[in-house]
């Protein structure tokens, strides 16, 4: 196997269209395979050796460099091949290879290939069938599918301790009904490893000489983020005669989380032949290519994520420019969350300061947990920075470009469910979820949606235009066009979202397909980007805030990395995986002896991925790094100052050795905060509509939410609990919480069990889903099915003996000079008694929040029904029920109401 290491910023791109326009002398497009790591991406090199082919053909050199007088010749032939070449996913290259052999391996060729959520509530599914059957607590239901998450990390994972062993026997008889369930016509991501592994380990007769009268040669990018069955699969195929080229940086490897192991790369480096590695930055100036230099050689030289050979010097390109890096400390006596607070308004300010360098869209904000986020908006917003916070999507997977696509989808097949599902629900025809479930229930849908004439309608105008109009006439006329008499879908956009939609729309327009089905291919292949930061020209003219992992494979010219000093979350999984030689593995479970050996080994591993995060965020900028960090020096010892970055570079690096780098200590008394208020004209919605700024300080408005009371001071006291923002996850803070707490509420109104794949799939299709990855929707939803697992064993006995049962009842109670607005999420009467019930999904039991909220709604019920009923917060997450005293909820409603019950 050959290796090359490209470091970030090299020019790796470039260095394979010319690898593969130097092989084209020898072997036809279609023989040649390229493999990436996401159909973006895939999409991505396809245009660019199709771009390079047509230079060829103009100029006789790609980048001033000959590929041949043959190459030369056939450029314009080879750049029509080269759109319908193998250039694929990882999964996709390997299920294309399996279709080739599929009736000699046990598959019907026209399998379907499942995305990772679809495939895991196939698995849920059985598992749960499996307890049921057995008689075995639904405990076992998550420990079952950690172990199936677990399986890309071996071919055989055994199990090591009493426990382990004997959820291996169950998961053994769960992956027989799983994969009897699949029958050779479904498979899911580490189906296709696996399948692959065994096709090119020991392959049927005959199998070998198709593979290799397909395929001539293999390119693998990003090789270091491949998993243990992907290496094993690659290893397999070029001992089989393929031969087998692959490009990456061990020092870039940073989704240990998704299964990858940095050690496959080292195993292909160690072993296989190493190519000229790239060690020229086409991206970097050289204060920038010094300080990474810098980083890597200090890492290394602790064995912090890098080995000796892996960190070599790197040269710029470019010396015009010379490169800024600054490194700012805020340090004090107060805890770690006061002095973020600081750091995020000193940061703030000096990207205040530079904006007179850059435009806010060239600079990006990079944090490493989104739980350093919430104190960073408000900071902005006091400054009056314009900011979009990515919520782990890309521009393609943006609310708005998803709505235009299932329109178009759902004009071109309205077939297709999950399209059809989001067209209905979304902006351009909006049902609710309770018509969904009733349109989709139905045998026909499309039958189904007679009984909403409005919704047909629409959809038919929408069939109208893709199928007479060209795509792109299509797509214009789509965003611009009134619906039927009404407002456009374009004036409905706030103006973020608009300049997202122009900017597609210039996208699309150097595109312009000649067919629907291509303009939808082209879309989907954007869309599955795993890249949150990128935006295409013509997007707003705002700050970027952003993971590293978001923004892995982005540039920006100015790029400040924040809160240095955030530890890693605590690890409660109950199930670690250990590997001993590579590609072999033990796990064991929590309350086994051997699980603290296994549990160590996975800290060991995410204390040296950690290292890598920090090189892959410092290499975002091309011309200017920003680092922030807070430093309290009586916390030096705590758990979150020894797994932060800046213990490294506190500790390690030497001001005086480094002249590029300009470091300050700025005492946190010293930190300014601006003294006015941010102009309106400053005021940037988000790409999901909410408002990046506070409102200024007002009276409350004539209509409010009683839980919005609640919120009001919520951020304050998020920074001011630092125990609180190490503890609470990410998906806490950035959104998951909210739309877990939605499609739970909804599957518990509906009295689903979430026990078929058919409501499972509903909830996927609510447009709230839209902006996660495929990972983060099968984490929402494995939430969402342990909520109403939970409820179901808590009130199971109390739903079917209800008298009256009423769910999501809206309300509206006038008191004093503010109408409260809300919804109850359950009012019913059992035994003669009235409940008035609402569903938290909180991570602890605080019942007391929620007193004015709940105060709220008894009154209203009072007033409205003339009832007296028992009031209860039920805690999903904790199967914890608490019965509430109407004394203290008429006394927080008191307390912030004043006279408003008397006046009421």
């Not at 694929?88 to 399996?98: C, P, R």
């Not at 190519?275 to 290519?289: C, E, F, K, N, Q």
């Not at 509906?750 to 902006?771: C, F, G, T, V, Y």
């Not at 984490?779 to 109390?798: C, D």
């Amino acid at each position: 196997m050959k290796v090359r290491v490209a470091s970030a910023g090299t020019g790796k791109t470039t260095a394979l269209v010319f690898r593969y326009l130097e092989l084209l002398a020898e072997y036809p497009p279609h023989r040649i395979a390229a493999v990436t790591f996401t159909r973006a991406a895939a999409a991505q090199l396809r245009t660019r050796i199709h771009g390079a082919l047509l230079e060829v053909a103009r100029s006789g050199s790609y980048k001033g460099r000959s590929v041949g007088e043959k190459v030369q010749k056939q450029a314009l032939h080879y750049a029509e091949l080269v759109l319908g070449a193998p250039i694929h996913t990882i999964h996709g290259f390997f299920a294309e290879t399996l279709r080739l052999v599929a009736p000699l391996v046990g598959l019907d060729p026209e399998f379907v290939f499942l995305d990772a959520t679809e495939a895991e509530i196939i698995f849920r599914e059985e598992a749960a069938a499996y307890l049921y059957l057995q008689e075995k607590g639904d405990e076992l239901e998550e420990l079952l599918l950690a172990r199936y998450r677990k399986r890309p990390l071996a071919e055989e994972l055994r199990p090591i301790g009493a426990r382990a062993i004997e959820l291996e026997a169950s998961y053994r008889a769960v992956e027989d009904r799983y994969w009897s369930r699949l029958g050779g016509k479904l498979l899911g991501p580490a189906d296709v490893e696996l399948k692959a592994i065994q096709l090119f380990s020991g392959p049927p007769a005959g199998a070998m000489e198709r593979i290799l009268s397909r395929y001539s040669y293999v390119f693998v990018d990003e090789y270091q983020d491949t998993n243990p069955l992907q290496v094993r699969a690659f290893t397999a195929l070029e001992a089989n005669g393929v031969p087998v080229e692959v490009v990456g940086d061990p020092k870039q490897s940073i989704y240990a989380f998704r299964n990858a192991d940095v050690e496959g790369f080292r195993k292909a480096l160690a072993e296989g032949e190493p190519l000229t590695r790239l060690d020229i930055s086409y991206r970097h100036a050289p204060g920038i290519v010094r300080f990474l230099n810098r980083l890597t050689r200090e890492l290394a030289l602790g064995e912090l994520g890098f080995k000796g050979q892996e960190a070599f010097d790197v040269s710029p390109n470019d010396t015009s420019a010379a490169g800024e890096v600054e490194l700012f400390w805020v340090t004090g006596p107060q805890g770690v969350g006061e002095l973020r607070v600081q750091e995020a308004h000193l940061l703030a300010k000096r990207l205040r300061e530079l904006r007179s360098r850059f435009s806010w869209r060239e600079m990006a904000v990079l944090v490493r947990s989104r739980g350093s986020v919430p104190g960073l908006e408000a900071a902005f917003s006091q400054w009056g920075i314009p900011y979009v916070t990515s919520q782990a999507r890309g521009f393609y997977n943006l609310p708005e470009v998803r709505d235009l696509y299932h329109a178009l989808r759902s004009g071109f097949d309205a077939g297709d469910r999950l399209s059809l599902a989001a067209f209905l629900r979304g902006p351009f025809i909006g049902l609710s979820l309770r018509e969904l479930d009733q349109v989709f229930k139905a045998e026909n849908p499309l039958e189904q949606l007679e009984h909403f004439p409005l919704a047909l309608e629409r959809l038919r105008q929408v069939q109208d235009w893709v199928g007479r109009e060209p795509p792109f006439a299509a797509l214009t006329r789509l965003v611009r066009e009134p619906f039927l008499g009404g407002a456009s879908y374009f004036e409905r956009l706030n103006s973020a979202a608009r300049a997202n939609v122009d900017a597609l729309l210039l996208k699309m327009a150097s595109y312009q397909p000649e067919r629907i089905e291509m303009l939808l291919a082209e879309l989907e292949n954007l869309q599955s980007s795993d890249e949150e930061g990128e935006v295409p020209e013509g997007g707003e003219d705002v700050v970027r805030i952003l993971t590293v992992h978001g923004a892995k494979g982005l540039e920006w010219p100015l790029v400040a990395v924040f809160d240095l000093s955030r530890g890693e979350r605590n690890d409660t999984d109950k199930l670690h995986v250990h590997g001993g030689e590579f590609g072999q593995a033990t796990y064991a479970l929590a309350g086994d002896p051997e699980f603290g050996e296994h549990k160590n080994k996975w800290k060991e591993k995410i204390d040296q991925e950690r290292y890598r995060l920090l090189y892959v965020a410092a290499s975002r900028p091309s011309r200017h790094l920003l680092l922030t960090g807070s430093v309290q020096r009586q916390a030096e010892e705590a758990r979150f100052w020894r797994e932060s970055w800046a213990r490294v570079l506190w500790e390690r690096l030497d001001v005086n050795d480094w002249p590029e780098l300009k470091v300050q200590v700025v005492p946190a008394e010293k930190v300014k905060k601006p003294t006015g208020k941010p102009t309106i004209a400053e005021k940037v919605p988000a790409p999901d509509g909410r408002l990046l700024l506070p409102v200024p300080e007002r009276p409350r408005p004539p209509v409010y939410s009683p839980s919005a009371v609640r919120a009001e001071k919520s951020l304050e006291s998020l920074e001011e609990d630092e125990a609180m923002i190490e503890e609470v996850p990410r998906e806490a803070i950035s959104g998951f919480a909210r739309t877990v707490g939605i499609l739970s509420h909804y599957a518990i109104s509906q009295n689903w069990q979430l026990d078929n794949h058919i409501q499972l799939a509903i909830l996927k299709a609510q447009r709230e889903m839209a902006r996660y990855s495929q990972e983060e929707q099968s984490k929402i939803l494995a939430e969402v099915q342990a909520m109403t697992a939970n409820f179901w064993r808590m009130e199971a006995g109390r739903v079917g003996s209800r008298q009256q049962d009423y769910a999501e009842l809206p309300l509206m109670l006038p008191l004093g000079p503010t109408v409260w607005e809300g919804v109850i999420d359950r009012l019913y009467r059992l035994d003669g008694d009235w409940y008035l019930d609402d569903y938290k999904t909180d991570q602890q039991a605080a019942p007391e929040k929620y007193h004015f909220q709940l105060g709220v709604y008894l009154e209203a019920v009072r007033r409205a029904w003339k009832i007296e009923p028992r009031v209860r917060l039920v805690y999903l997450r904790l199967g914890q029920v608490y019965e509430l005293r109407k004394e203290d909820l008429e006394a927080a409603v008191q307390a912030v109401i004043g006279q408003g019950l008397a006046e009421g």
